[in-house]
């Protein structure tokens, strides 16, 4: 049964099927602890998203705020939140629900968590405040999910409302994935996540509708020994074994410049303010916050 709470926070329907593909995040929930920057979010991204918040919202709107996460990400539901606010972690995989959500501490009033679609999202019109997400975006398949999306968002936010999200942008000149490879032959690489990213970003560049199975049929074609790739860089194996979670995987992430973003977010959203963070890669990784239109 739906609690008070829940309903406060105008969620109508729990029962909506998700559509992302499970599997993967079954796999990734599995694999969490080994998942590091710039996948997933550090404490300076934590500095930046909070700045970008309290610069969004006043205290005085922020104070009694209904927040939408979109997904689990614990460093996200740990932010320091006011005491008399409430969270709702929305996700469609019911393992990352399971494993992931309980790892967070919100410091608010009340949080739940809803097993639900970001592109149908069963909650009244103007139920928040304020929607954040850590590369939530970029887990949607297509432009038109983007766009679904940017409608469902402006619907449950509230007139003045905002979204906070750390989006992971393509650069203006795409990588390809052969540089990507050859960096590695040549040990130039830094931390193993940022370059399975560059990988995962070059080859989307060279085919949006790439999945995870082929990135992983790119990698291993590569590198068919991951001891050959450790040996390179110094990576742990177990570090570099996360790649196998892409082994057959139908789901896929996807990328956009900041410009295209911008634009796939509007005319629902208008663009505030963008940070981006000093670590590998966070020349790609901005925390971008975007106001709700009239
Ligand atoms: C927030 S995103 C990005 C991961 C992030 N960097 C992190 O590790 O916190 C990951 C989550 O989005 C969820 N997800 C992906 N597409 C979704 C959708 N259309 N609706 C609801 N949840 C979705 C996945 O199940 C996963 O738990």
């Not at 079954?26 to 970008?52: I, M």
């Not at 057959?248 to 973003?261: D, K, P, T, V, W």
Request: one cysteine or more; proline letters at 6%; glycine letters at 6%.
């Amino acid at each position: 049964m739906e609690s008070p709470e829940v309903a406060a926070l105008g969620a109508v329907d729990m029962s909506v099927q998700p559509n992302t593909s499970e599997s993967h995040w079954s796999r990734h929930a599995a694999q969490w602890g080994k998942v590091g920057s710039p996948l997933r979010p550090v404490d300076e991204d934590a500095d930046l998203y909070w700045r970008a918040i309290t610069s969004s919202l006043a205290a005085s709107e922020l104070a009694g705020a209904r927040v939408l996460l979109l997904g689990v990400t614990p460093e996200l539901a740990s932010l320091r939140w006011p005491a008399d606010s409430s969270l709702l972690a929305c996700d469609s995989s019911l393992d990352m629900l399971q494993s992931i959500w309980p790892l967070g501490r919100f410091p608010g009033a009340f949080s739940a968590a809803l097993n639900a679609d970001w592109r149908a999202l069963p909650l009244a019109p103007g139920a928040c405040k304020l929607i954040v997400g850590d590369g939530s975006l970029s887990t949607l398949g297509c432009a038109d999910d983007y766009r679904r999306c940017a409608r469902e968002f402006y619907r449950v936010l509230q007139p003045g409302g905002c979204l906070v999200l750390r989006l992971f942008c393509q650069p203006r000149k795409p990588e390809l994935p052969e540089q990507v490879l050859a960096d590695l032959r040549r040990g130039h690489v830094g931390n193993f996540h940022a370059f399975k990213w560059r990988l995962v970003m070059a080859i989307h560049a060279s085919n949006e509708s790439a999945c995870l199975a082929d990135i992983w049929a790119r990698w291993e074609s590569g590198f068919p020994q991951p001891e050959t790739a450790a040996a390179l860089s110094g990576w742990s194996l177990d570090a570099i074994r996360t790649l196998e979670a892409y082994r057959h995987a139908s789901a896929r992430y996807s990328f956009y410049g900041m410009a295209e973003l911008r634009s796939m977010l509007a005319p629902e959203f208008e663009f505030l303010d963008a940070a981006w963070p000093g670590y590998e890669l966070g020349e790609r990784c901005p925390i971008a916050s975007f106001r709700r239109t009239a």
